[in-house]
């Protein structure tokens, strides 16, 4: 069967939500296809002690803010799916979770967008699916012949998982830190932290209030043809939420640089000394789930889809949110998301 309607959003977590949103407010015809079978996007596959940056009144998607977080000033990625949830009940938007889209294709006047469970036909999409479902491996020597346990931030959930095992954690970003700090301080592994390079932690008191407010800065610098101000990257790459700060400052979290390749039963370094190794969490971030979009042929070769603000440029029918800067100023966060959704809605509004 083949259904017909405006606008089809591919993705149903904070970016899908936050375009519906928009959609209704343009008055237009729009479903929201979600591969979950549950709300919250990729936020109810995050591990157990994963904290927001920000308080939750400055976490909010457009038009309903996040409750406050009993007891607690930065919410956890449970209360993040109940709001999710909540939102969608709310604004009763028109999400089909457990319905994966595999293709989107040309078709005359309209994209066909295939399903496991029919096909669509819109004059527009939004393609929202987020990086969750493409987690990056890096091509480390000898990461094959590791007879250890290997897995990427998508698969760790709390330290019991590891218990009694030598554990390490390879990145230098936020989820390299935090799960490298949830270990060590549980106490219960023998945890490695190693970096491509020494960790650059913003300074305690930057959380993601300051980190929205210099992304936003940097926006309109770029907007009035100012200099780039370098946006959050200039400051660090790591933010130092309460338990990574204690890990940190009790000398738990300290990184070494990266080994030089993974034996069958552990590490080498550079300097030839070998470790004995358990378990490595590659904490190596991800890759925009963009195969559904792969019939349009519209990837460049850094394998980004090149866009004029949300809009594809080699298809105007198509736009990405939530992917990156690349695709609005951050607008892979539940508060940067809002402004490209409202832009994208208006544009296709616009185009209808």
Not at 146 to 173: C, E, K, M, N, W
Not at 342 to 351: E, G, V
């Amino acid at each position: 069967m083949t259904n017909r309607v405006n606008v089809v959003v591919v993705g149903g977590g904070q970016a899908g939500l936050a375009a519906g949103y928009h959609l209704r407010r343009q008055g237009l015809d729009f479903t929201i296809l979600d591969a979950d079978p549950a709300p919250g996007g990729s936020w109810q596959h995050m591990w157990d002690s994963l904290h927001l940056f920000s308080p939750a009144e400055h976490s909010s998607l457009p038009g309903r803010l996040m409750p406050a977080h009993a007891g607690e000033t930065y919410p956890d990625a449970g209360h993040v799916v109940n709001y999710l949830a909540d939102y969608e009940k709310h604004y009763d938007l028109p999400v089909q979770h457990g319905t994966r889209v595999d293709a989107v294709r040309r078709d005359g006047e309209r994209l066909l967008v295939e399903t496991d469970s029919g096909t669509w036909r819109a004059k527009a999409i939004i393609s929202a699916t987020g990086t969750w479902s493409r987690p990056f491996l890096p091509a480390v020597p000898g990461r094959d012949s590791f007879a250890g346990r290997q897995l990427h931030t998508v698969d760790y959930r709390s330290p019991a998982d590891l218990t009694g095992r030598r554990v390490i954690v390879v990145g230098g970003g936020n989820s390299g830190a935090q799960i490298a700090a949830d270990l060590a301080l549980d106490g219960q592994a023998e945890v490695t932290w190693v970096t491509q390079r020494p960790p650059r932690f913003l300074a305690d008191d930057i959380d993601g209030r300051a980190l929205f407010d210099v992304a936003t800065a940097r926006r309109r610098a770029l907007e009035s043809g100012r200099g780039d101000t370098g946006g959050v990257t200039s400051l660090g790459d790591i933010v130092a939420v309460p338990p990574v700060r204690a890990a940190r400052d009790t000398g738990l979290l300290v990184a070494k640089p990266m080994f030089a390749r993974l034996t069958a039963d552990g590490v080498r370094w550079a300097d030839g000394s070998h470790t004995g190794v358990d378990a490595v969490i590659w904490c190596t971030g991800f890759r925009p789930a963009l195969v559904h979009l792969a019939p349009l042929n519209l990837r460049s070769a850094r394998g980004h889809i090149p866009t004029d603000g949300t809009r594809a440029l080699g298809e105007p029918r198509l736009h990405l949110l939530g992917y990156g800067d690349w695709t609005g100023p951050a607008s892979a966060t539940l508060i940067g998301v809002g402004r490209p959704a409202r832009d994208a809605a208006r544009t296709i509004a616009q185009l209808l």
